[in-house]
């Protein structure tokens, strides 16, 4: 048994727009905070703090979490399971033992509120559009993919969230949050991170919600360790708030089939992340180039207002695919490109991007260089 301790502090006996709560682990400190609109009240409870600290504490090599407070029956017996899982993903992970918690007794959830995770992407738009007849509120999160500082960002993120929401007739629920930093020190955002970071604010809503929405990132027939996926996302449940992993039978080419019959959704669609100069969409990068191969394929890219460049061929031969997700995505493209049998230049442009050989060197520079970057943010902040 490690002798690592997680010790989570805070004191938040009662709803409020603002949760503090303090993570030592080992020798180290990070004040988290979560911040809602004003509007919404959060519930600082137990089940959103281990959720953050589950994954800084096992990357530590297990040991102890220390918290006091109730927690759900359900959601502590799923811990196992999803140690279970994040063990099998990163083997050097060890699990962690959660100390003296007395369990909540099973009630069913009062609570009529749906909620869905939403930042105007193409999940999330999805998501919402499936199921808008049951949906009552959009969470947008500030802090987790548009940097905390980007502030003219979220500024235009916010507005069109609050016009889509105006148009279907739903309320919008805003979180601030740095839990990033929390994340970021210890595991990879997207592989292992972002999950537990969304199941944590969903818990802290739990006391408005019974059914919270978190949009899939790849098809069934496509996973991969990922820090949402549809076999981790369910078991962050509680009694009383059930997390729904959702859109997992639909591409991405199929996701937007269903936002472009839908003006609103062409004119918010935001998918960059990037952001050079808190750009909506840059058009450049390889998440805005697919996607536009997304809404082309769809016959929509004209119509979408939030990609203001020309698809560029040569921006599409750039790409570089050397992750599972996004040859996932290129392979989509492909697919439905190759069943149009549309657009030849597109088509072999895709199948280059499968077929070009990453030279080993500069992959090995490339991790090199992310790693000193790391370190050197580490050091300064
Ligand atoms: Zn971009």
Known sequence: MSDSVCIISHNNSEPSPLVEVEFQITDKRFKIYFKSDGNTFLFGNTEAFLACALLPSMKMGGGQILTKGEVSHKFLSSLSTIQDIYSTWQPSFKRAEIIAIPTRPNTPSSQKRVGAFFTGGVDSFYTFLKHHDEITDLIFAHGLDIKLKDTVLREKVSKKIHEIASEFGKNVIEIETNALELFDYYVNWGKLGHGAALAAIGHLLSSSFHRIYIPSSYTYSHLFPWGSHPILDPLWSSETLEFIHDGCEATRVEKVALLSKYDIALQSLRVCW?????????????????????????????????????????????????????????????????????????RKALIYVLNKPEMPHLKQFRRKIKKHIKEIWKRIF
């Open 274 to 346: 990037t952001n050079p100069d808190s750009v909506y969409n840059c058009g450049k990068c390889e998440k805005c180039i697919r996607t536009m191969i997304n809404l082309k394929i769809n016959n929509a890219l004209s119509r979408c207002t939030t990609f203001t460049e020309e698809l560029d061929i040569k921006q599409v031969r750039k790409i570089v695919a050397n992750t599972e997700g996004t040859r996932a995505f290129i392979q989509e493209n492909l697919d439905a490109l190759e069943k149009s049998n549309d657009d030849e230049k597109l």
